[in-house]
């Protein structure tokens, strides 16, 4: 089963416009979120997280929104750039204390100029 | 600062064949350490953690072990690799206690042949 989910497997966005990259759960023991992003043939990098007591977390261009009662989570990049092409991971942790991640399929973002 | 290395960046191996993957981490101690497997098209998933040296925990059944000999190091491994072996490895490290973010290795590409 599939606890964390991004449905949409790409999305491609013009430069200087918004990038929203969407993810879903369904465990309600999920307390922290984290995006990644990852290069080809790379290791993902950590991007921005949030933590379920809050609803947003902001760093530069990134913003990280969560809804709890949705049990969604979205990522905006703005404004985007062509160096933010890459597949971006959401993942989930869900309180065990050891950090077990679980991630969801990625969205592959391209940015055109 | 903290770095991750993993080796080799890519392996190709014969079905049967044994398989050791090496991960290290530099500039902390005692972290968490984990095994990611990223297969075609699918999303990471999580193959073992440690929380110390010595201690490991299996999360899926299947042809892999793993073994922290010293702290700082983490080793996958298997007897007889199987075609369905195949995929892209990442160690990760993180802090010990919640909510802190995994920080992922360059990753090891395993083809299965």
């Known amino acids: 089963d599939q606890q964390v989910k991004q449905n949409s497997p790409s999305l491609s966005v013009q430069e200087g416009r918004i990038s929203i990259l969407n993810c879903d759960y369904t465990n309600s023991m999920f307390d922290y979120f984290l995006w990644y992003k990852k290069y080809p043939a790379e290791g993902p990098t950590f991007l921005i997280s949030?933590?379920?007591?809050?609803d947003k977390n902001e760093d530069g261009r990134f913003t990280v929104f969560l809804n709890k009662s949705a049990k969604h989570l979205s990522l905006h990049i703005v404004p985007s750039q062509p160096g933010d092409s890459a597949v971006y991971f959401c993942a989930a942790d869900p309180n065990t204390g050891f950090q077990k991640l679980v991630f969801g399929t990625g969205t592959r973002l391209l940015v055109s100029p | 600062s903290q770095t991750i290395h993993q080796w080799p960046a890519t392996l190709v191996q014969p079905v049967g064949s044994p398989l050791s993957l090496e991960c290290t981490v530099e500039?902390?101690?005692?972290?968490?350490l984990y095994w990611y497997r990223q297969a075609a098209g699918r999303g990471l998933q999580l193959l073992f953690y440690s929380v110390g040296i010595g201690q490991i925990s299996s999360e899926v059944p299947q042809n892999l072990s793993a073994s922290r000999p010293q702290d700082r190091q983490f080793i996958l491994s298997s007897k007889k690799l199987l075609l369905s072996d195949s995929g892209f490895y990442l160690c990760?490290?993180?802090?010990?206690?919640?909510?802190?973010?995994?920080?992922f290795g360059p990753g090891t590409r395993l083809t299965v042949t």
């Open positions: 500039g902390t101690s005692n972290p968490n």
């Open positions: 949030i933590s379920s007591i809050k």
């Open positions: 990760t490290w993180s802090n010990s206690g919640p909510y802190y973010e995994q920080y």
